[in-house]
């Protein structure tokens, strides 16, 4: 997928995302059908949204890039082709497609990645809070599930440089 649409640098980042998603590489999800919009989290790169989908009860994290340009535009197209790779693995939140919101500048949109909430803490943050109570046999389960997530992009040809360790949150490690 990232290698046919064309990442010229005269391009508006926008008409990449646009292209994407005209080829059916990415799935687009109208923003108007999103509810209960929450912000949930923040770095200096990003922001993250908890939000429903059409008044229901399912979530999904809305997540908006504080810097949107060329690179941040080749970055969002690149996590799409690492999740195809994937096909979906238990351990990792699944990447589902993109919305758009209007920004205050009326030419580009304001894009958002639709993803998987996962209800929880991050694993960085679980292991650093929790570490040390954690038995011998949860510290063996959750070294074998991360070996695990790692064998299989392994598998994909994803090499550890591609894997966010954010990505991988507790709910969806079984102790």
């Known amino acids: 997928m990232y290698d046919k649409i064309k990442l010229q640098d005269d391009k508006n ?3 990449w995302i646009e292209e994407a998603i005209s080829k059916n590489h990415i799935k687009y999800y109208d923003y108007k059908h999103f509810t ?5 989290g923040n770095n200096s790169f990003e922001k993250v949204y908890r939000a429903n989908w059409k008044n229901s009860e ?4 809305l997540k908006s890039f504080l810097n949107f340009n060329n690179l941040t535009v080749k970055e969002i197209l690149h996590e799409f082709e690492l999740q195809r790779k994937v096909d979906f693995h238990n ?3 699944h990447l589902y497609g993109i919305t758009a919101k209007e920004s205050l500048n009326s030419q580009l949109k304001k894009y958002l990645l639709v993803m998987e909430y996962v209800y929880g803490n991050s694993l960085q943050n679980y292991i650093k809070e929790t570490f040390e109570n ?4 949860d510290k063996y389960k ?4 991360l070996t695990c997530v790692v064998s299989h992009l392994h598998d ?10 954010l990505l991988l949150l507790l709910p969806l490690i079984h102790l």
């Open 91 to 93: 351990n990792i939140i």
């Open 58 to 61: 399912q979530c999904f994290a």
């Open 134 to 137: 954690l038995t011998w046999e």
């Open 156 to 165: 994909k040809g994803i090499v550890h440089g591609d894997l966010v360790i």
């Open 13 to 15: 980042p926008n008409e």
């Open 142 to 145: 959750l070294a074998y599930q």
């Open 36 to 40: 209960n919009i929450e912000k949930i």
